[in-house]
């Protein structure tokens, strides 16, 4: 009688249960990374958007005097496309619309992204957070509040 080769059942169990092990650590892992690629994105959307608003800013001495406030998109498209920015980024990494707040004297902005879940809201004090789900605010040149460190989700 030949003697068959092959894997045992408690061998294959083994390697079936390492793999879940090693599954179970890279996971979350993959999903901390995924969100981190998001929250870059946007911040390189907001940093174009407002490189296009500051070149429209210097054409006429003040930015785009928009009377409502709202998505970027409906609001902004057609100041600055396809002069400032050829095509205007309208939603962030999460595929959720960009705000944008703007005075009605055209002296100043505020674009926003709701983040992780749609619910971040404009803080009161600004600075880095360490949320996914916190809004990333970007105001008149730089950064009012936005993600540094491990972020939790």
Do not use: C
């Not at 090693?22 to 999903?31: D, E, G, R, S």
């Amino acid at each position: 009688m030949k003697r068959q080769k092959g894997f045992t059942l408690i061998e294959l169990l083994i390697v079936v249960a390492i793999i879940g092990i090693i599954a179970a650590i890279a996971i979350p892992n993959l999903l901390n990374a995924i969100n981190r690629g998001r929250q870059k994105r946007t911040m390189a959307d907001m940093r174009s958007i407002a490189t296009a608003l500051e070149s429209y800013s210097v054409d006429f001495n003040f930015y785009p005097k928009v009377a409502v406030s709202g998505d970027l998109g409906t609001t902004m498209n057609s100041y600055l496309t396809p002069t400032y920015i050829k095509r205007m980024p309208t939603n962030d990494g999460w595929n959720q619309a960009f705000q944008f707040i703007d005075t009605i004297g055209g002296t100043s902005y505020t674009i926003w992204s709701k983040a992780k879940g749609n619910g971040g809201t404009i803080p009161a004090a600004g600075g880095p957070t360490t949320d996914f789900t916190a809004a990333i605010v970007f105001s008149n040149g730089q950064f009012y509040s936005w993600p540094e460190g491990m972020q939790t989700n």
